[in-house]
């Protein structure tokens, strides 16, 4: 029998403090207005000293759970897609599986930073179809521990968020992944990257505290690979669900900066009113911003049977995909 995995449901959750623009820019001495020009962003939440990471995801989770109204027990899979794990070891997801009661559930990370949860969604799509078994998938970051706030590229744009979707086994032919594509081009390794702290550069009393928090590298290149990775794959997406950009009821890119999303739209000839849109309100959370942008948006417009999804992302690694998704 084929088999399709449909989304069952959506969550997000992010922090309680609000940090506007104008604080960031006051302390980077930047003028009013600097942020948002650039980059699209009024304002982003950042955590609080008693937040945790598997405390965010699994808020984010149970909002789907419950919108999903599938019993714990049948979860077969949990994937989350973060680059700030509570530990580095162990991996966050058992715990945030422990907290959501899915006693029956396979936990794991996934590390694919701004393009993790087009992976996870892929890995889990697949996971519904061979075993028929439900799963969740959660992509949550905690960004504000990791950018270096004197760092003018990194500051103004990261935040903390997390998001999630319920995956069913569905009958229908038009649900879940219709199309993908995923790409790589580790000659963009150095990018974005936090120099120190992992295995190649490990902690030591000498260590600055600096190298292990997040660096941009190239602002602009990064831009141009972006551009460049997440126009080609939602090409190569669409063409796999022998569909065109016009059939694309809504675009859900990563909130990584409004002038990529908008350049990639662009490319692809997708009307900008298509296009859902968050990073104003809620900044870039790298994997966790399409997760994020598909929950506020079903909260706003629900989602109806037979729209087709856009979703594509691209980020540190350099690593990035695209995903055609029937609802």
Partial sequence: MSRSARIAGFGHHVPGRKVE???IEA?????????????????????????????????????????????????????LATSTPDHLLPPSAPLVAHKLGLAKAGGVDLAGACAGFIYA????????????????????????????????????????????????????????????????????YGL???PAGGSNRPF??????????MTIADGRAVFTKAVEM????????????????TDVSRFVPHQANARIFKAVGKSLGIADD??????????????????????????????QSGEKLLLAAAGAGLTGGALVLGT
């Fill in 230 to 245: 997440m126009s080609r794959c939602s090409q190569e997406a669409l063409t796999a669900a022998a569909l065109a950009a």
């Fill in 121 to 188: 969604l892929t890995f889990a799509d697949g996971f519904v179809r061979l075993h028929n078994k439900p799963a969740i998938v959660i992509a949550a970051n905690i960004l504000s521990r990791r950018i270096n706030p004197a760092e003018r590229a990194s500051a103004v744009l990261f935040a903390d968020a997390a998001g999630a979707v319920v995956l069913a086994p569905s009958d229908a032919p038009g649900h879940g992944i219709l199309g993908a594509s995923v790409a790589a081009d580790g000659g963009g």
């Fill in 204 to 213: 030591a009393d000498e260590l600055d505290i600096t190298e292990t928090r």
């Fill in 274 to 303: 298509r296009t859902v849109k968050t990073i104003a309100d809620y900044g870039n959370s790298s994997a966790a911003t399409i997760p994020l942008s598909l929950s506020v948006e079903h909260m706003a417009r629900p989602f």
């Fill in 27 to 79: 302390s980077l001495g930047l003028n009013v207005g600097w942020i948002e020009g650039r980059t699209g962003i009024r304002a982003r939440y950042w955590a609080e000293p008693h937040d945790t990471l598997s405390g965010l995801a699994a808020k984010a989770g149970e909002m789907a759970l419950q919108q999903a109204g599938i019993a714990r027990e049948d979860i077969g899979l949990l994937l």
């Fill in 192 to 194: 974005i990257q936090i």
């Fill in 21 to 23: 623009n104008a604080e």
